[in-house]
């Protein structure tokens, strides 16, 4: 299904803003309440005087810094044309009620097209880096997409620049678009590549979210009123290149090989095979690393990190080895400085310790705020399997009548795992040992 334009314009439409008006709506005197329940009043402040303060900067020559979005981080729609404001299908919830989820899916004839990264995420990050005196553009791309595609479109933006020295920060896979980027000519001009909980060597988020399990599109599925999480998987997810491309080699995660179609499970929704075959050696079309390079790791969060076919099922070990997207190991990158944070993934580009100790890299190419090895948190393991994922995060939630914070609390965590498959750790295990047993009520 192509799709096109729906008649109806919701709230999320009308913010689905390009990222300089939403800047100056952002600075005007006049308060926006609609960008308050958008952002929440904590992260609409920082971002009202982060507008006003770049806004009143007076224009130099500076160093160029691009922002790359992760996957999932931008907006996706159909342009309305006029004055109506263009029709945001990606992530609108209230389109995903409706079942429009399903036009998501990319085929030779969509229509559907870039919009803007989302500023929710981005903003805070880029104007701050524009505060600390980073001529800074947030980039947007279809992340459906092949990473060698969208590599290059990279490549020919900033060939169109003209600039002759700039450096790149990207988010998840912001981070392997701007790798592929680098394999062009052009790519002798990135003089700094900041990259930030990038899965140099995949996710077995990106095998979830194929298999109908990942806890994204599990959650999507209870918004989405016409159509479970398998049925988006098979439909929509299974359609995307780029999640194909973010599937881990064996080796470090498991001990078969996922790019070949016979070792995914007989039931449940699966990869395509023939984008799998087109995935196959991914990691060969990209740039290897150099002294350009600074990789930002995450940890400290539940996350799937070691795949095991059992009776027929995938089953994955969850331990605190990593962001809660990407497991240590698959975000290093050999020849790389790598640097360590207590962050989660989707938290990293608004995190004030990351935000800050991005900028000191890009400036001097040090920092005293990451860990030169990983901070550890002993914690339990524990395997869950894709039947035992598919009993959690079921039913359908009412969003019309759910309240602000209650659709700010659901979008905040669409990737975070249900509690039953979080590790517990040791000191926590001790407090509820000492617990006395709790009566039913």
């Given at each position: 299904?192509?799709?096109?334009?729906?008649?109806?314009?919701?709230?999320?439409?009308?913010?689905?803003?390009?990222?300089?008006?939403?800047?100056?709506?952002?600075?005007?005197?006049a308060r926006n309440e609609g960008l308050v329940e958008y952002f929440g009043a904590s992260l609409h402040a920082e971002l009202v005087n982060l507008a006003r303060t770049t806004l009143r900067q007076k224009p130099a020559a500076r160093r160029r810094v691009y922002v790359?979005?992760?996957?999932?981080?931008?907006?996706?729609?159909?342009?309305?044309?006029?004055?109506?404001?263009?029709?945001?299908?990606?992530?609108?919830?209230?389109?995903?009620?409706?079942?429009?989820?399903?036009?998501?899916?990319?085929?030779?004839?969509s229509k559907l097209i870039a919009l803007g990264a989302m500023n929710y995420t981005y903003l805070k990050l880029t104007l701050s880096l524009r505060q600390a005196g980073f001529d800074t553009v947030l980039l947007n791309y279809d992340w459906r997409r092949d990473i060698a595609t969208l590599g290059e479109a990279l490549a020919q933006?900033?060939?169109?620049?003209?600039?002759?020295?700039?450096?790149?920060?990207?988010?998840?896979?912001?981070?392997?678009?701007?790798?592929?980027?680098?394999?062009?000519?052009?790519?002798?001009?990135?003089?700094?590549?900041?990259?930030?909980g990038t899965p140099h060597s995949g996710s077995l988020a990106a095998i979830q979210a194929l298999r109908g399990t990942y806890s994204v599109v599990r959650k999507l599925g209870m918004l989405d009123t016409?159509?479970?999480?398998?049925?988006?998987?098979?439909?929509?997810?299974?359609?995307?290149?780029?999640?194909?491309?973010?599937?881990?080699?064996?080796?470090?995660?498991?001990?078969?090989?996922?790019?070949?179609p016979a070792a995914w499970p007989v039931q449940g929704p699966c990869a395509d095979p023939m984008l799998l075959?087109?995935?196959?050696?991914?990691?060969?079309?990209?740039?290897?690393?150099?002294?350009?390079?600074?990789?930002?790791?995450?940890?400290?969060?539940?996350t799937a990190?070691?795949?095991?076919?059992?009776?027929?099922?995938?089953?994955?070990?969850?331990?605190?080895?990593?962001?809660?997207?990407?497991?240590?190991?698959?975000?290093?990158?050999?020849?790389?400085?790598?640097?360590y944070v207590d962050c989660g993934h989707s938290d990293m580009p608004l995190s004030n310790r990351v935000i800050r100790g991005t900028i000191d890299l890009l400036r001097t190419g040090r920092t005293r705020r990451f860990a030169a090895s990983p901070p550890k948190r002993r914690a339990s393991r524990k395997w869950v399997s894709?039947?035992?994922?598919?009993?959690?995060?079921?039913?359908?939630?009412?969003?019309?009548?759910?309240?602000?914070?209650?659709?700010?609390?659901?979008?905040?965590?669409?990737?975070?795992?249900?509690?039953?498959?979080?590790?517990?750790?040791?000191?926590?295990?001790?407090k509820v040992s000492r617990r006395a047993p709790r009566k039913h009520r």
């Open positions: 299904m192509s799709g096109g334009p729906a008649e109806h314009i919701t709230p999320y439409d009308r913010l689905a803003l390009d990222e300089a008006t939403m800047v100056a709506l952002l600075a005007s005197p790359l979005p992760g996957i999932m981080g931008t907006q996706l729609g159909f342009t309305r044309g006029g004055t109506r404001p263009n029709d945001a299908l990606w992530l609108d919830p209230i389109d995903i009620s409706f079942g429009r989820l399903t036009e998501l899916r990319l085929s030779p004839d933006r900033i060939a169109a620049d003209g600039r002759d020295e700039v450096a790149i920060v990207g988010h998840s896979m912001g981070g392997l678009v701007a790798r592929a980027a680098l394999t062009h000519a052009v790519g002798q001009r990135v003089s700094q590549l900041v990259t930030l016409r159509h479970d999480a398998e049925y988006l998987a098979r439909g929509v997810f299974s359609s995307f290149p780029s999640l194909h491309e973010l599937l881990p080699s064996a080796g470090e995660i498991c001990d078969f090989d996922l790019f070949d075959r087109a995935a196959t050696g991914v990691a060969g079309r990209m740039a290897s690393a150099d002294a350009r390079f600074d990789v930002v790791v995450g940890c400290n969060r539940t990190t070691r795949l095991a076919l059992r009776d027929g099922d995938f089953a994955y070990e969850y331990t605190l080895e990593g962001d809660g997207t990407v497991p240590l190991p698959l975000a290093l990158l050999a020849g790389a400085r790598h640097r894709d039947t035992q994922l598919r009993q959690e995060l079921t039913g359908k939630v009412d969003w019309p009548h759910m309240t602000p914070r209650e659709r700010r609390v659901f979008l905040d965590t669409l990737n975070e795992p249900p509690r039953r498959v979080r590790p517990a750790s040791r000191k926590t295990r001790r």
